[in-house]
């Protein structure tokens, strides 16, 4: 299919190569011109001078992109450049407010806009297995499923407009207390003079067992912080969480309680540690 990418960030990069390598016709445009000569270098295809230059004609458009002010801007400029009747795939995450804005716009214009946040991080990116909550328009999402899968392992419609940015915030509130109990856990660890390595080689077979732990338990021991996903960004998302749960009543104790250590973490100049650095907080 005839492509667009805006957004060549640590994610958008390695997912739009994913896409060229395919055999989609792939165009890209990025804020910072220079990275998005370097993808057309690394990959082929062309680069827009501009994000309507780049989606000129494009049956689907992939963003990736930071917050819902830049979606706005960036949906704004695409869709009358577009193709009629083509998909807008919303990767960046945002709130479930501005997807539904934005499907609400495609659809006036003759255009579909489906919410598809991703879970993976960048390895996830760079190696073609993304997670992708979608929401939208049940044919949109059909249409757009078969692309997705250039990097995602897997990929989910959850419902309409919003619903993908809702499942992705849910994704975020079960991360954030993970990652808080293997702080707790590790930080414990150390303090009753156990070796942290063995007891993860103890308990990780068993119910204690998470993703987070088989990746981050070995470098939260040794205080590496240097990759994987920004405290930053972690709390960008924690503000989301935590906007929509205002609104719907949620109760999100814990949630609350992570994103204020996570500000601990900033303030420790972290802001650009990954999120398992919420261990460094105990042990300051």
Known sequence: MKVAFVGLGVMGFPMAGHLAKAGHEVSVFNRSPEKAQRW?????????ASVAQAADGAE????????????????TQLLPAMAA?????????????????????????????????VSGGQAGAENGQLTVMCGGDGGAYARAEPVIAAF?????LMGGPGAGQLT????????????????EG?????????????????????AAQSWQMDNR??????GKFDFGFAVDWMRKDLGLVLDEAQANGSRLDMTALVDGYYGEVQALGGARWDTSSLVARLEK
């Open 40 to 48: 057309v270098a690394t990959h082929g295809g062309r680069a827009g």
């Open 186 to 206: 590790m930080h414990f660890a150390k303090r009753a003079g156990l070796d942290p390595l063995e007891v993860a080689a103890a308990i990780s077979k068993g």
């Open 168 to 183: 992705k915030m849910v994704n975020q509130i079960c991360i954030a207390g993970i990652v808080q109990g293997l702080a």
């Open 152 to 156: 995602a392992k897997a990929s989910r």
């Open 85 to 117: 009747g083509g998909i807008v795939v919303d990767h960046t995450t945002t709130s479930a407010k501005v997807a539904r804005e934005m499907a609400v716009l495609a659809g006036e214009g003759g255009r579909w806009f489906v919410d598809a946040p």
């Open 60 to 75: 689907i458009v992939f963003l990736c992109v930071g917050n819902d002010d830049d979606v706005r801007g960036v949906v």
């Open 217 to 222: 338990w070995g470098t939260m021991a040794e």
